[in-house]
């Protein structure tokens, strides 16, 4: 955890969030806490990756969703944003995540085409392309069935659909993309929804953390008091 060490050295903290939707709803989360990146954060031309924000001892890293989560285990970020499916599928040991953030919220879900009227509860194999390999193997393997894994990392629905698998794992918001592909959703595996991240040596050792925590914490437990 070398990246947590020699930050010290400097009290900065760095911050990692993950693009997309969570990324929009965290933003005005942080503003309310003082912290709001440099313009270029919000360039489309821009192709910087780490950004200065309005507090001097924070900078903010943009990363991939499934990424945040390694950042912030391995040292290279002290706090950070991730969705629940995201820790349960790495399960990492060197994170602490105290607290729901309340946004970012969905389910996943298991899906088949709809004309597909097999029990899966009668099956002891079958093929589900998923970019959860480790849920979705626990998953099937507590129904008693042998689950063959095929790792994609988007356009999820296509799997049933170019017969690659015959189900797939992913997150479900609306069901509308599951639906205009002709899946339907037959188990809900988790709830969904984003939590505040945290490296467990640097929220022992690092002088900015447990502020930083326990502002969000009182922020979303107490959404209309002004942070500090």
């Known amino acids: 955890m070398g990246g947590v060490s020699a930050r010290l050295m400097t009290k900065s903290l760095t911050l990692a969030l ?60 002290e706090i950070g944003i991730a969705g629940n499916d995201v820790l349960m599928e790495f399960g990492f040991t060197e994170l602490y995540a105290p607290v729901d953030l309340g946004i970012g919220h969905c389910r996943l879900s298991v899906a088949q085409p709809a004309a597909l009227q097999e029990d899966i509860r009668t099956l002891s194999h079958v093929r589900v392309a998923t970019k959860y390999p480790g849920i979705t193997r626990r998953h099937f393997a507590g129904l008693g069935i042998q689950a063959e894994i095929i790792k994609l990392n988007g356009a999820m629905e296509l799997a049933p659909l170019c017969g690659l698998a015959s189900r797939i794992v992913d997150l479900v918001s609306t069901g509308k993309t599951l639906a205009e592909n002709g899946l339907v959703e037959t188990e809900v595996i988790a709830q969904v929804s984003s939590r505040l991240i945290v490296n467990r040596a640097a929220f022992k050792t690092h002088p900015a953390v447990v502020p930083i925590v326990d502002a969000i914490r009182s922020l979303v437990e107490k959404p209309n008091a002004i942070a500090a």
């Open 18 to 77: 993950p693009k997309g939707r969570i990324l929009k709803e965290a933003l005005p989360l942080l503003a309310r806490l003082g912290i709001v990146p440099e313009p270029d954060f919000s360039d489309e031309n821009s192709r910087k990756l780490m950004f200065a924000t309005s507090r001097d001892d924070v900078r903010i890293i943009r990363v991939r969703s499934f990424d945040a989560a390694t950042f912030v285990a391995f040292g290279a970020a």
